[in-house]
């Protein structure tokens, strides 16, 4: 059975900065493009960031030059750095992997397969 699992999420003041991680088991995820969407509450769930195959990467507007996603095939996982975080910034982390091969930084969640339960982040101003 293939899940992903966050961690790393929690309460941090404005500016600070938290770094989430996401451990997929059940098969890897090397050959995949995965990325990091976020939920707010009463808002949509949205794009943060993906990397590719090939680690190229793709970022929400909001979140460029502030957050940065990175892999590590050994290891099965991906991971989220954020800094300077804005209070509008809290919502539930949530990553996803997809299961082809095919090459893409996609910000559609139509296009991932597999996702996580998420993890709480929230900003305090």
């Known amino acids: 059975q293939v899940q992903l699992a966050e961690s790393g999420g929690g309460l941090v003041q404005a500016g600070g900065s938290l770094r989430l991680a996401c451990a997929a088991s059940?098969?890897?995820?090397?050959?995949?493009?995965m990325g990091w969407f976020r939920q707010a509450p009463g808002k949509e769930r949205e794009f943060v960031a993906a990397?590719?195959?090939?680690?190229?990467?793709r970022y929400a507007d909001s979140v460029k030059g502030r957050f940065t996603i990175s892999r590590d095939n050994a290891k099965n996982t991906v991971s989220l750095q954020m800094n300077s975080l804005k209070p509008e910034d809290t919502a539930v982390y949530c990553c996803?992997?997809?299961?082809?091969?095919?090459?893409?930084?996609?910000?559609?969640?139509?296009?991932?397969?597999?996702w996580g339960q998420g993890t709480q982040v929230t900003v305090s101003s």
């Open positions: 059940g098969r890897t995820f090397s050959s995949n493009t």
């Open positions: 996803a992997a997809d299961g082809s091969e095919r090459y893409h930084l996609s910000g559609e969640s139509m296009r991932y397969n597999y």
């Open positions: 990397i590719s195959r090939l680690d190229s990467t």
